[in-house]
């Protein structure tokens, strides 16, 4: 089955630092992974997407991440934090192989920035 | 352009009684998925609708149902609420026939809090 992990619950990053948020997936068939962020009190925004194109994937507000297949890896960063990005971020899986069509979300960090 | 809506923002109830939400999907979109975030946790995801008819469902007892309308909204109806119910109800739309790689875009979702 597949599954999601997000290494960190909370992260705490300085105004201006750099921003790396973990997830690792367990697939057997590199799935469809995506990034989402969540502010307060709101629904779940799409940041980036990762369909089997370029393992580097660019998103909106900066955001970019690498799948990385031999370490099973999509880790989200960002270059310089601003104190707009504290919000939290979810990975998501959606299985490829088994053309099923749900999301499977990881725990969730939440990123704090730090003035 | 609608994104998607979902009403209504909050709602109280006790414990024994039903309750139906609803979720408009974003236009031209005419998949829609609902999942369940209990505080400080990923979405878990209840069921997907596509073409009228449930496709595929989560781990949620019977007691979750829902139902797809032509204009492609939606409902979510819970019978027999639980204290366990309280969470936020998100309602995710997509297109292309909701295939995997096809990113869901979420509304803001409904609390439900059970008293």
């Not at chain 2, 009403?7 to 005419?30: A, E, F, M």
């Not at chain 2, 209840?46 to 496709?55: A, G, L, N, P």
């Not at chain 2, 469902?57 to 309308?69: A, C, E, K, V, Y």
């Amino acid at each position: 089955a597949q599954s999601v992990t997000q290494l960190g619950s909370h992260v705490s990053v300085s105004e201006g630092a750099l921003v790396l948020l973990r997830c690792n997936y367990s697939s057997s068939v590199p799935p469809y992974l995506f990034w989402y962020v969540q502010y307060p009190n709101q629904g779940l925004q799409l940041l980036l997407k990762y369909t089997s194109a370029a393992t580097l994937v660019k998103g909106i507000n900066g955001f970019e991440a690498e799948f990385k297949k031999s370490e099973t890896s999509f880790h989200l960063t960002k270059p310089s934090a601003h104190m707009s990005d504290a919000a939290e971020y979810f990975c998501a899986v959606s299985d490829r192989a088994s053309g099923t069509y749900k999301y499977i979300f990881g725990t969730g960090t939440r990123l704090k920035v730090l003035a | 352009d609608a994104g998607v809506t979902q009403s209504p923002t909050h709602l109280i109830k006790t414990r024994g009684q039903q309750v139906t939400l609803r979720c408009s999907p974003k236009s031209g979109h005419d998949t829609v998925s609902w999942y369940q975030q209990a505080l400080g946790q990923g979405p878990q995801f209840i069921f997907q609708y596509y073409e009228e008819e449930e496709r595929q469902r989560g781990n949620f007892p019977d007691r979750f149902s829902g139902h797809q309308f032509p204009n492609y909204s939606s409902e979510l109806n819970v019978n027999a609420l639980l204290l366990g119910d309280s969470a936020l109800y998100l309602c995710a739309s997509s297109s292309g026939r909701g295939t995997a790689n096809q990113p869901q875009h979420f509304g803001d979702g409904t609390r439900l809090s059970i008293l």
